[in-house]
Nanobody
Framework: QVQLVESGGGLVQAGGSLRLACAAS????????MGWFRQAPGKQRELVAT???????NYSDSVKGRFTVSRDNAKNTVYLQMNSLKPEDTGVYYC???????????????????WGQGTLVTVSS
């Protein structure tokens, strides 16, 4: 069982900053890519930012230059620093991780995609 627990959401005024954190726990061999997605009311879930185990990052165009994703492999934690927040950044932010687990029945390693429960970010104008 692998779990992701997010923290750091809240209410902030436009132009402000927030930092989200997501910690992975449970039984896994290694964490590959970690990242953040968000879902605004009435919209589909969309990619915000991802970071690989080698610290390669990818951002959506809407957050480039304002958000920074980072990770602490020793703590199995990924962060999202959000600056210059806009009302359109409002939504539920979900942590995502692609982990490698050992599957005893097949005696092999396989990938598992895991999602957090989400944390609400509200940016007021």
């Amino acid at each position: 069982q692998v779990q992701l627990v997010e923290s750091g959401g809240g209410l902030v005024q436009a132009g402000g900053s927030l930092r989200l954190a997501c910690a992975a726990s449970g039984s896994f061999f290694v964490i590959n890519t970690m990242g953040w997605f968000r879902q605004a009311p009435g919209k589909q879930r969309e990619l915000v930012a991802t970071i690989t185990s080698g610290d390669s990052t990818n951002y959506s165009d809407s957050v480039k230059g304002r958000f920074t994703v980072s990770r602490d492999n020793a703590k199995n934690t990924v962060y999202l620093q959000m600056n210059s927040l806009k009302p359109e950044d409002t939504g539920v932010y979900y942590c995502n991780a692609r982990v490698v687990i050992y599957d005893p029945p097949s005696a092999t390693y396989r990938y598992l995609e895991v999602w957090g429960q989400g944390t609400l970010v509200t940016v007021s104008s």
